[in-house]
């Protein structure tokens, strides 16, 4: 496991998306954590986007409470950026309980302008390394059946489908929904971008 020095000293990565726009990889800091900008960027998301969100980034408490997981040490947050506009984030977050401590819970967005480029997969892969610098075993996503393009993005990066859980949570709309837990093992990942 790194020490926070030695993750910190892995930002900002400067990258170019597939389409040539370049954009910056860096860690979200509670200090630095700007709540406008997520908040900007949930504005740009579609309605099918938000009501797939596992946490309501449009409430600016919800957001509030992310900046405290974030000194906390339960999440660990990277932020894509242009011109200092977020575009994509993804983040591990981790249980405290003791029995899932080296299970972290994969989430990553990018706004719609910015998908199927390059920079949902970048951050991806920063992920995958945080996760194992965090000593992390195993990352797991949790997504509705019914999120396909999703799914298949989760499988090509080799998550597989271990469990399906009915009913288990209820959307944006008040609709219960099934849940698709799909996990990777981190032990031997190595691709980087």
Known sequence: METSSDIHARYPKELQASDGR?????????????????????????????????????????????????????????????????????????EPARWTRDVGELRVNASPQFRGVGVGRALVAEAFSLGQALGLRKLCGMLTPDQTGARTAFERLGFRVEALLQGWVRDRRGYTRDILVMTYDLDGFTDQV
């Open 22 to 94: 370049r954009f910056t990889i860096r860690l979200m800091e509670p200090d630095d954590f700007d709540k406008s900008a997520v908040l900007k960027f949930a504005k740009g998301l579609s309605e099918d986007d938000l009501l797939y969100l596992r946490t309501d980034i449009t409430d600016p408490a919800v957001v509030a409470q992310w900046v405290e997981n974030l000194r906390s040490g339960h999440t660990t947050s990277i932020m894509a950026e242009v011109k200092n506009e977020l575009v994509g984030y993804a983040s591990v977050h981790r």
